[in-house]
């Protein structure tokens, strides 16, 4: 792939000096790579698959204008799906998170709750889901057919596998149907990020504090209901902290208020999430899939 990484450079005649393949490579989906032009740097990502590329593009194009997303430069989809995009300096909130002050991770929550809460404003849409024309199914209008149809077609996915915590999996199953009467149907659909957690976050260190610098991974961008943004916050025990998540929702509605029945939502979404991440990686990233078992038996007590 190192050779098609270059090819793609040498057939757009972009210059560069140095390649450096970054990423998660060994999940077989996409390939990144941090490509260096003397001092200055930007981010090669081939796709896996073509739908991803859409998405991430269109995602990106819709939010140019919000600080902290990343800038397209180029972008290709003949031999390969591939954008040229711009590389934020720092490091993965990820890695530094539980080494942050107190003081330092409430600032930082409050910037990022901003943050999302302009990607959440910028556009609504009258549908759930990927956009029609990316879509092989006919897009859900309503609310509530789209998650009925969305869990229907996890389970079955999960039965179809013979997995060993089938049992978790049907009580989740349930348990999420019993939630359907608690949600709003009216809820809106916004422009959603879809993978919204420290591990798409970018940090940067200035006089001894981190500072937001960007927000990376666009791929899983859709119109959807926005509180599926929060709920990977919750995946990663990010807004565990109460003074946390409270800094994150003083800045996110600042542009967005939250759903009136959130703490419904928050449970259906945890579960969903559960059983969505045990869906697809068992054998394939077995840290994800603990994970998700980890989550279910944490909402489902």
Request: proline share 2%; net charge neutral.
């Amino acid at each position: 792939m190192d050779q098609k990484a270059k090819q793609i450079l040498k057939e757009n005649n972009i210059s560069y000096t140095d390649i450096q393949s970054i990423g998660h490579h060994e999940l077989g989906r996409n390939h990144v790579y941090l490509i260096k032009d003397n001092n200055e740097e930007k981010v090669l990502k081939i796709y896996g698959r073509p739908v991803k590329f859409a998405c991430e593009e269109r995602g990106l194009r819709l939010l140019k204008d919000i600080q902290y997303v990343p800038k397209i430069y180029k972008s290709g989809e003949q031999d390969s799906n591939w954008i040229l995009m711009e590389a934020f300096q720092g490091e993965l909130l990820e890695s530094v998170w539980y080494s942050l002050s107190n003081e330092n991770r409430q600032k930082l929550m409050e910037k990022i709750g901003e943050l999302l809460g302009k990607i959440h404003d910028c556009k609504t849409y009258d549908s759930f889901g990927l956009w029609q024309d990316l879509a092989d199914v006919k897009i859900k209008k309503d609310y509530l057919t789209h998650r009925k149809t969305n869990d229907s077609n996890i389970i079955k996915k999960l039965r179809d596998q013979n997995l060993p915590e089938i049992k978790l999996f049907e009580k989740a199953y349930e348990a999420l149907t019993k939630i359907y009467d608690e949600l709003d149907e009216s809820i809106k659909s916004v422009l959603c990020h879809r993978d919204f957690s420290y591990r798409n976050i970018i940090v940067k260190k200035e006089k001894g504090q981190y500072i937001l610098s960007g927000l990376i991974d666009y791929e899983h961008c859709q119109p959807d209901d926005g509180s599926i943004d929060f709920n990977t916050m919750y995946q990663y025990h990010m807004l565990d902290k109460k003074e946390d998540e409270q800094a994150f929702y003083k800045g996110y509605e600042k542009y967005k208020k939250r759903p009136i029945d959130f703490e419904a939502r928050k449970r259906y979404y945890m579960i969903n999430l559960g059983i969505h991440s045990c869906s697809w990686s068992y054998g394939i990233a077995q840290d994800l899939y603990e994970s998700g078992i980890k989550i279910l038996k944490e909402y489902l007590k």
